[in-house]
């Protein structure tokens, strides 16, 4: 065995591959939520539509989503094999007694709140991901006047045309698209979606406090004077800031329904 296949097999290998998986993981949740703060737009949707569009087909999106999918399930799949491999290392009575006294909570927690986040990927993935790339949304057209700037909206019944044409036709610009703003108003209308939308951005909350810190340690970057921006960024950009803006979202929808 070479010494990076030693390296990769071990468990500081496997933690550097979380870090780094989780650090990409980072920049995709920073990503996105800007774009989905295009849901605030007071434009029916339009500029929503024109986002997931352009995020489902612009070839380089496309090819770091594959990218993405692959980080989530390599990230999640040697967290797994970490958190057997430290339970096997150490006596279950030792590992309770002194990760209590001596660890965050959000430390001894990371498989309960990692597996809340996978099982709510998987459901906000089927809601929208799956929903939109299956005809799983309604069609709508936009029919806005170039010069006033007023636009009129009209659901479509079906797709007569590809998933997206726009046009200009005497001084109206005309645009035909899924309605991805429609399927995000009618799933937020379910209290037990919003809620549990909620509950997950409160373990997304802590499970970056304390990963988002553990990845620089783990990548060396413990030296003091780095470590007060990691912990302003990972506490008040990642674990604060971040999850409320995505949990405003399904509230916002959910009373504004």
Request: aromatic content about 18%; overall charge positive.
């Amino acid at each position: 065995m070479s010494k990076s296949q030693h390296l990769l097999s071990s468990s500081l290998g496997k933690k550097l591959i979380m870090s780094l998986t989780g650090l990409f993981l980072c920049t995709f949740l920073v990503v996105h939520l800007i774009g989905n703060l295009q849901l605030f737009y007071n434009d029916q949707g339009k500029a929503f539509n024109d986002y997931a569009h352009f995020m489902t087909h612009f070839t380089p999106i496309r090819i770091v989503s594959y990218l993405l999918y692959t980080s989530i399930v390599v990230h999640a799949v040697y967290a797994l094999v970490l958190a057997i491999q430290n339970r096997k290392a150490r006596p279950v009575g030792y590992a309770v007694f002194r990760g209590s006294a001596n660890s965050a909570w959000s430390s001894r927690n990371m498989g309960i709140l990692g597996t809340v986040l996978l099982v709510f990927i998987v459901t906000h993935m089927s809601n929208f991901w799956w929903k939109y790339h299956n005809d799983g949304v309604p069609y709508v057209e936009y029919r806005t006047d170039l010069a006033t700037q007023q636009t009129t909206v009209t659901e479509l019944l079906a797709a007569e045309y590809s998933d997206y044409v726009k046009y200009v036709d005497n001084d109206i610009e005309i645009l035909k698209t899924k309605d991805l703003y429609k399927q995000v108003q009618f799933t937020f209308k379910s209290w037990y979606l919003v809620l549990f939308y909620v509950i997950a951005m409160a373990a997304l909350s802590f499970h970056l406090i304390h990963g988002f810190k553990s990845a620089f340690q783990t990548l060396g970057f413990d030296h003091r004077k780095y470590a007060p921006i990691i912990r302003f960024l990972g506490i008040w950009v990642f674990g604060v800031a971040i999850p409320i803006g995505f949990a405003i979202m399904p509230l916002y929808f959910y009373f504004s329904n």
